[in-house]
């Protein structure tokens, strides 16, 4: 369990269609059990089902493009453990995915 935050353990990766990778991503996911894992370029659109990209012991936070063409959008991982809750900043660029949690003992 997760004993303070300077204990974190984060992973970022442009993916660039995660859909076609999910297998690969999933297994390096669960092998690795980063604590965050954010993802730029997921390509994922409205079509996607949360239920497509979603990882065991993970919650999924996610902002698509906009528009239904392929390229960007954003999603990020966060372990259940940690509960985290979304947070949404009033600003012009939508692909962005922000998440807060509190520290416990």
Do not use: H
């Not at 995660?18 to 980063?34: G, R, T, Y």
């Not at 390509?43 to 012991?57: F, K, Q």
């Amino acid at each position: 369990m997760l004993t303070s935050f300077s204990e974190l353990s984060c992973f970022y990766i442009n993916a660039r269609n995660l859909i076609n990778k999910m297998e690969q991503f999933e297994a390096w996911v669960q092998d690795s059990k980063p604590d965050i894992v954010g993802v730029t370029k997921s390509w994922s659109t409205s079509a996607v089902l949360d239920s497509e990209l979603a990882l065991d012991g993970y919650d999924l936070f996610r902002k698509d493009r906009p528009v239904e063409r392929a390229g960007s959008g954003v999603l990020l991982f966060v372990k259940n453990e940690l509960r985290a809750t979304q947070y949404e900043f009033p600003v012009d660029f939508p692909e962005q995915a922000w998440c807060y949690f509190f520290r416990w003992q």
